[in-house]
Each structure stands twice: as C-alpha cells, then as structure tokens.
C-alpha cells in the first residue's frame, strides 16, 4: 500500500549555487537538470533525488577526510629524526 503525500517537498536549496567541478551545487548537491527540474518532479522523485544528494554530500566528507589525513601524514614527515 503506497502513503498518501499530504505536503510537497521543499527544494533543498541553501542559496550558495556554486557548481563543482563534477556539475553539482556546492550547497544541496544536486545536479543541473534536478535543480532545473525540481518543480515538476513528482515527490517520490524528489525523494530520490535527496537520497542522491546525501550520498554525494557523504562522499565529499569522505574525501575531505582522506585530504586532511593525508596533508597531516605529508606534513609530519618533515620532521621524521
């Protein structure tokens, strides 16, 4: 049995609509045809579309991480005695 959407699903826009390199937003992460889109995506698009967006935001955590680690590491091996 498929739930009954009451409210649309807001844009998950934060006014920061920068691009990547890659072509996502640098605010909500969606790609140009989601954003261009958004208003005639059905809600279990929409939905789809955020699951995305999460996992490509999880992603740029990731590689932040491994960035940080990584400039840590290349530091300290300057003062290898």
């Given amino acids: 049995m498929q739930q009954i959407e009451i409210f ?3 844009s ?3 006014s920061i ?3 990547n390199n890659r072509g ?4 909500c ?3 140009r045809d989601e954003r261009f889109t958004w208003n005639s995506l059905t ?3 929409k939905k ?5 967006c999460q996992q490509r935001y999880k ?5 932040q991480q491994q960035n940080t680690v990584f400039n840590s590491t290349t530091e300290q091996r300057g003062f290898d005695f």
């Fill in 8 to 10: 649309d699903i807001p």
């Fill in 12 to 14: 998950p826009c934060k």
């Fill in 17 to 19: 609509c920068l691009v």
């Fill in 24 to 27: 996502y937003c640098k605010g």
């Fill in 29 to 31: 992460y969606r790609s």
């Fill in 43 to 45: 809600n279990s698009e």
């Fill in 48 to 52: 789809k579309v955020l699951s995305l």
């Fill in 59 to 63: 992603r740029y955590l990731q590689k």
